[in-house]
């Protein structure tokens, strides 16, 4: 009774000193950014240690005694202001402040430091929570902490999202490359692969990365073709007064340590090659086979950026920011490489592969404020990406080949040598603009958005080398007498090989708001998209005059050069002659033998999409915000080939139009103010590319992968209904809980399949009437230390998804055929299970250093790499990965960096499975673990 009679009184107590007390509240908002609520502002009383934070929605509410004050508002990099307040007793006093930037040369620092909040975790938690459709992202300042280095390693720390280990291949929710659309700065961008419908994301590095989201749930103003998300890169920004900074850094791998590394002869350090402009036939002639020295295997990056902004009359602003960055790493794999389709074609016990690999990134950007109500931003970027690879196939004598022709149980090998390069070009010109009826509306009448983008590619592959030797253990022993020979079943057995794409696309957009009232906004909106993809290529094949032409395996050139070359029929001292699939017309009978030729295959490719759109936000309430809308969507698409091996009867072209209706609907129900539940439902599309419908076969060592114009038949594309129901709570400060439901329903779904042919080639088929997706994500953010500032010292993230995939199969003919032994299977490239998870640690406690420590783990399980027709698939085996990064700040302008990367150095595999057998392993590698030291100053 004692007690309750003292809780009593203190609840009493308490309830007459708060009746004595007065509230102060209100909103703070940035002008830097359109008005929008500026989370975690600081708002007091000054002389008192009365106040605290703005929320997520930048609302602040402070209670304080009869009384008049100033009440102080400030932000890191922005300007402090001071308001006078009056405070009476069981009142409450509403104060709003609009917050800008700060101005003067004496706070260019702190200025920097306020473009970099921009990227902050909890400034994309506030727009996640008030997005209006199902998106997730990261920012600059979190890609940071967790060295992460480009786009592709951004999306993998997202819920949900797993990139195939080795290239960037992106899967998002089960589903990979073909259902993807990327984006930057809502404008697509084109592919930089022929092998590949999305660019790389890979080649954008984090210098010119502001964030990175994914959107899982459509809405009418992305493309139709939706079904696992839409990939954006919003590219920096730079609105402080100025920046200048340089860094360094240099890297081994663990792997490559050591290694005498070589690389492709004629190709340079910067990952460039200067022998376009010469006819292929030439480089033939001019140049050897054989690899050269590619320098000491340590990794280098160097990066420098400059900032700079103009202010001018009429609160008008100028803001200029440029990147130049380059990047080399070396990677040593060996292991086997096995060709096997239904049985062993070529096994090569142990293979090595050197490669060198460069990244080069040019960009710049102007954002130019013309007033509070509009801005104009253009963005250019240019990107060098290079693959320089050398393999050696069966170099300890053990390869076998069923068509040898002097021994097929050993000593078959083959050397690769290959150099990719891909340029990338992207132009865009975007602008916002708001029209207000009324001087002093907080809500713009009619907000207008748009963009229009150009974008270049230019994929070469310049001069593939690549040479096929019988008996090669003789070249083992130290017999004299016995020695290596040309395999030579076929003329195209030693070749060069020569490819060239070139993209072009041209794509807009445009977004008109009318906000009706506070209850209701309409949008209405276009798209376009023309892209056009050129294609060619050509290939030398060396056709020796015998089957016993002995050679020194690190010695090529020694036979192969243009002494030994034969030009004439009458040539009977020569060791070979050089030989085209498709000869200069008029030279087929006539007495040369070795003469240039005209392409092997060809294609292009054309795509139109016209697309109107328009939706609705309604909010009835504080509660519900309803957002029904229905996108027309037109669809042009063509592709002409002239390609070897297919069908002559075939009509060389397939063309489809279509036009198609899309609804979709998203709801989000407010629950708290720190929690929502999101509804969302969209019927989109899956269109194929052009890689998958030319029927064009790249034939790399042990696997050969083409398209099929088919395709383009009836039915020409896939229908999506997709479904998504998630709850989110924002808890605090940076933390976050959520948990999402989803399920899609794919009729004709395509698949790459082991197609039924000799030669066992990967193609593209709509396998059957339809394929499910279902499963679960959980998403967890925490603080477990904070400090005084209510700052996170020592955090956990990690994000769990499970999936099931099941679709029906059916044997398909037409240009090509695919045969099933079995009714249903998974999805191809779904992983039941994807993990994410990291540990970060700030201390706080040291004035002039500041380290952050960063542990990274990610695991996806096994998943289908390609249905298996007439026997099992092949399978990419589970694999985990552990990164370490530690950063440390030094002062104002110093930072020094290490990270350890991959620690744990999983096996990456692919498997064939054999029903009633064990499974064949077609490739098994290790990376190695990449140790990083990097040097940052800024000025």
């Known amino acids: 009774m004692r007690k309750i009679l003292i809780l009593a ?4 107590t308490q309830f007459i000193f708060a009746q004595n007390k007065g509230t102060i509240t209100g909103t703070v908002t940035d002008k830097e950014m359109s008005n929008e609520p500026l989370p975690f502002a600081n708002v007091f009383i000054k002389g008192t240690s009365i106040g605290g934070n703005t929320d997520m929605d930048g609302k602040y509410t402070i209670s304080a005694a009869p009384g008049n004050y100033t009440l102080v508002f400030s932000f890191v990099g922005y300007q402090t202001v001071e308001k006078p307040v009056k405070v009476e007793a069981g009142k409450t006093t509403i104060i709003n402040q609009v917050m800008a930037a700060s101005g003067g040369e004496q706070l260019k620092e702190v200025q920097i430091n306020a473009t970099v909040s921009k990227d902050k975790e909890t400034a994309l938690l506030l727009e996640q929570k008030k997005a209006t459709v199902i998106k997730e992202s990261i920012g600059a300042q979190e890609l940071a902490k967790k060295g992460v280095s480009d786009a592709a390693g951004a999306v993998t720390k997202i819920s949900g999202v797993s990139k195939e280990e080795g290239n960037s291949n992106v899967y998002v929710r089960g589903l990979g490359d073909r259902y993807l659309n990327t984006t930057m700065n ?5 592919s930089n692969n022929v092998n590949k419908k999305n660019i790389d994301l890979n080649l954008f590095s984090s210098n010119i990365i502001q964030s990175v989201s994914i959107s899982k749930a459509y809405a009418s103003e992305f493309y139709g073709d939706f079904a696992a998300g839409n990939v954006n890169i919003t590219s920096k920004e730079f609105t402080g007064k100025e920046m200048f900074e340089v860094s360094v850094g240099s890297g081994v791998n663990s792997r490559a340590a050591g290694q005498n590394f070589v690389k492709s002869e004629g190709t340079g350090q910067f990952g460039f090659y200067g022998r376009y402009g010469s006819n292929p036939f030439a480089r033939v002639l001019s140049h050897g ?3 050269v020295d590619g320098g000491a295997p340590i ?3 160097f990066e420098i950026s400059a900032g700079r902004s103009f202010n001018f009359e009429d609160n008008s602003k100028l803001s200029l920011y440029a990147t130049a960055s380059f990047e080399r790493g070396f990677e040593y794999r060996e292991g086997p490489a096995v060709d096997f389709i239904t049985v062993f074609k070529k096994s090569f016990p142990n293979s090595k592969e050197y490669q060198y690999s460069t990244k080069t990134t040019v960009f710049g950007t102007a954002l130019y404020k013309i007033n509070d109500n509009n801005k104009l931003k253009y963005t250019s970027m240019f990107l060098n990406n290079s693959s320089d690879e ?25 050397m690769n040598v290959q150099f990719n390069q891909d340029l990338v070009f992207v132009n865009q010109l975007t602008g916002d603009h708001k029209f207000y009826e009324n001087d002093g509306d907080k809500t713009p009448e009619l907000e207008v958005t748009w963009g229009i983008g150009y974008n270049n590619v230019f994929a070469h592959e310049p001069d593939r080398r690549r040479v096929s030797i019988e008996n090669y253990q003789f070249s083992l022993d130290n017999d004299p007498t016995t020695n290596a020979t040309f395999y030579n079943n076929n003329v195209f057995d030693n070749q060069r090989y020569f490819q060239r794409i070139i993209d072009e696309e041209l794509n807009s957009r445009v977004q008109i708001t009318y906000n009706a009232s506070d209850v209701l906004a309409l949008n209405f909106g276009y798209n376009g998209r023309i892209k056009t993809r050129d294609f060619e290529n050509i290939r030398y094949g060396y056709n020796f005059v015998s089957n016993n032409i002995e050679v020194d395996p690190n010695n090529i050139d020694s036979v192969i050069n243009l002494e030994n070359t034969q030009f004439f029929q009458n040539q009977q001292n020569k060791l070979f002659n050089i030989e085209v699939f498709n000869k ?11 003469l240039p030729g005209t392409n092997e295959n060809e294609y292009n490719g054309q795509l139109r999409i016209h697309a109107s759109y328009v939706s609705a936000n309604i909010t009835p309430n504080d509660k519900w915000t309803i957002v029904p809308g229905v996108r027309l969507e037109y669809l042009d698409q063509r592709i002409d080939y002239d390609v070897i091996n297919i069908n002559p009867n075939d009509a060389g072209f397939r063309k489809v139009k279509e036009v198609f209706l899309l609804p979709n609907l998203n709801v989000k129900y407010s629950v708290t103010d720190d929690s929502n539940l999101r509804l969302s439902y969209a019927k989109t599309v899956s269109v194929p590319e052009f890689k998958e419908v030319a029927p064009f076969v790249y034939e790399d060592v042990t696997e050969r992968i083409g398209g099929n114009s088919d395709l383009l038949n009836d039915p020409s594309f896939s229908a999506v209904h997709n479904l998504d129901l998630k709850y989110e709570w924002f808890m605090s400060r940076g933390e976050l809980v959520s948990l999402t439901g989803f399920y899609k329903q794919i009729n004709d779904p395509v698949n790459l399949v082991i197609a039924n042919d000799a030669t066992g080639t990967q193609r593209y088929f709509r396998t059957g009437d339809q394929a499910e997706v279902f499963g679960a994500e959980l998403e967890v953010r925490k603080a477990l230390i904070k400090n005084e500032d209510d700052q996170t010292q020592l955090g956990f993230g990690f994000n769990f998804t499970y999936m099931h995939t099941q679709q029906d199969l059916k044997s398909t003919t037409g240009l090509f055929t695919a045969t099933f032994n079995r009714d249903s299977d ?10 994410n998870a990291n540990i970060d640690y700030s201390p706080t406690q040291f004035e002039n250093f500041k380290p952050i420590a960063n542990l990274v783990f990610s695991y996806f399980s096994d998943r289908i790499y390609a249905l298996g027709s007439g026997t099992g698939n092949i399978v990419q085996k589970g694999v985990p990965t552990l990164d370490f990064v530690w950063k440390n700040e030094i002062g104002k302008h110093f930072e020094v960096n290490f990270s350890a990367k991959n620690l744990l150095d999983p096996a990456i595999e692919r498997v064939r499975e054999i ?8 490739s098994k590698y290790n990376r190695g673990i990449n140790l990083g030291l990097g040097l940052k100053y800024k000025f």
């Open 9 to 12: 009184l203190i609840s009493f």
């Open 186 to 190: 809502g404008l697509t961008l084109p």
């Open 289 to 291: 086979i054989d690899p």
């Open 299 to 301: 990794d280098a990056n």
């Open 390 to 414: 050398v393999g050696y196939y069966g170099f300890k004598g053990l390869g076998e080949n069923r068509d040898a022709i002097l021994n097929t149980d050993e000593g078959f090998y083959q």
């Open 584 to 594: 200069i017309p008029g030279y087929a009978d006539s007495n040369f033998v070795s």
């Open 826 to 835: 998974e999805l191809q490239g779904a992983s039941p299970y994807i993990f």
């Open 915 to 922: 029903p009633g057998s064990d499974d064949v392993t077609l």
